[in-house]
């Protein structure tokens, strides 16, 4: 990690942790700076690129690779939960801001990952299901971790 990422992550850690509020976008930034550092060969898509590539006639299969209690609050529509990523199609996968999801894209040369995760998806006002119905919610993954998400989104009890 360069240096100048390693301090801008250290940056944002205290903040979080010192409940300093963040403007959404700008802390999924610095994460994203971070993730790029660490993992170097993921390709990632933009959450405007794969909002368009969903509208289109061969969308790609999107899995999100969250955890269950986070998957039963919200997905992106569409989104799977699977475990193994299929070989023979263009992948894209999510977590909550791309960290876990980084490391699976790593593992599979088709799989692309949404920058930001589905935080960036939530607070830009993409659509969110939960049992195939419209919601607002998204899990906040833990109390540091929910700062991330704007005020508009609705934060569903759970994470820590």
Do not use: K
């Not at 088709?110 to 607002?136: C, H, K, Q, Y």
């Not at 998204?138 to 700062?147: A, G, I, T």
């Amino acid at each position: 990690m360069t240096r100048r990422v390693a301090i801008l992550a250290a940056a944002l850690v205290v903040m979080l942790a010192a409940g300093v509020a963040l403007i959404p976008g700008c802390g999924l930034d610095v994460v994203h700076a971070v993730l790029v550092s660490q993992h170097p060969r993921v390709r990632w898509i933009s959450t405007e690129e794969l909002a368009r590539e969903l509208e289109s006639e061969s969308p790609p299969l999107v899995i999100d690779v969250r955890s269950d209690d986070e998957i039963a609050v919200s997905t992106i529509p569409g989104a799977q939960s699977m475990r193994e990523l299929p070989t023979d199609r263009d992948v894209v996968v999510y977590c909550s801001v791309g960290a876990r999801s980084a490391v699976v894209a790593e593992r599979f040369p088709n799989a692309r990952n949404l920058r930001g995760g589905i935080f960036a998806w939530a607070n830009e006002s993409r659509p969110l299901v939960r049992d195939g119905a419209r919601t607002n919610e998204v899990h906040p993954y833990d109390s540091l971790w929910r700062m991330l998400l704007s005020a508009r989104v609705v934060r569903a009890s759970g994470g820590s």
